[in-house]
């Protein structure tokens, strides 16, 4: 199948799994995660009115926001370091890993010397895999007592990446969690924090984080096929 056969399949899926959990289907992005894959796939599936991409690199991000319509919103969804933050910011419509104090300041100095504000997301490793950036369940509360008071910066919501597993329904508590964590930090009421966006859920069990309340899905494989890093 083609990409844009792919992607309506995947399309059709989100809106059966925001059924069976009684939300409404404009309640979740689909973001189409583009990493390692050519130009041309991404101009595919523009005339299917495909906006929100998602990469994990920051120069892979910037040389494809550079080729590609303006009007395409990019998803920083992989680790940043500091030293590439000038890169991305105003480059990207929302950056989903955060994961430190150090970084935000980052993003925040870059927000202000380009005068704009970033939507940000706090990584959470929520199933507490030691491979995984993200901060623990514990420490996002005080990570984002720390951040939201940073000029330039919107945070958001959180994002995890869930393990690995075969089954899908293994990683229903690691989505569960995540929202019962984003529910929590809302009813301390911080100053910038909104806490309405959760992004989680990918190829292999982005239906069960949308019955869980995902509103953004982040699907690369599903669309796109395999990716190949030996190329
Ligand atoms: C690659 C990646 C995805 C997409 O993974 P698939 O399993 O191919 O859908 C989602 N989120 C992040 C952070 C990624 O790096």
Aim: aromatic share 4%; with cysteine; proline share 3%.
């Amino acid at each position: 199948m083609g990409v844009c056969e792919n992607y309506k399949v995947i399309e059709k899926k989100v809106e059966q799994a925001c059924i069976r959990a009684g939300r409404k289907k404009e309640d979740v992005t689909l973001i189409a995660v583009s990493k390692t894959k050519p130009i041309s796939m991404i101009q595919e599936l523009l005339p299917l009115g495909v906006r929100d991409f998602g990469e994990n690199k920051v120069q892979e991000l910037t040389e494809k926001e550079e080729l590609l319509p303006k009007d395409i919103r990019w998803h920083m969804i992989g680790h940043l370091q500091r030293n590439k933050v000038k890169y991305v910011v105003g480059k990207a419509c929302m950056i989903h890993s955060v994961d430190s104090l150090r970084l935000a300041e980052e993003i925040s100095k870059e927000a202000l010397k380009k005068q704009i504000s970033v939507p940000i997301l706090v990584e959470v490793n929520v199933a507490g895999e030691e491979s995984k950036f993200g901060v623990s369940v514990q420490e996002a509360p005080s990570l984002i007592e720390q951040i939201c008071c940073l000029p330039g910066l919107q945070v958001k919501g959180l994002m995890t990446i869930a393990p690995y597993v075969e089954d899908p329904e293994e990683n229903r508590i690691v989505f569960r969690n995540l929202r019962k964590l984003s529910v929590d930090i809302r009813e301390k009421n911080f100053d910038n924090v909104t806490m309405d966006i959760l992004s989680m859920g990918m190829t292999g069990d982005y239906e069960v984080a949308i019955e869980e309340g995902a509103t953004h899905v982040r699907v690369g494989t599903g669309i796109f096929g395999e990716r190949n890093y030996n190329i």
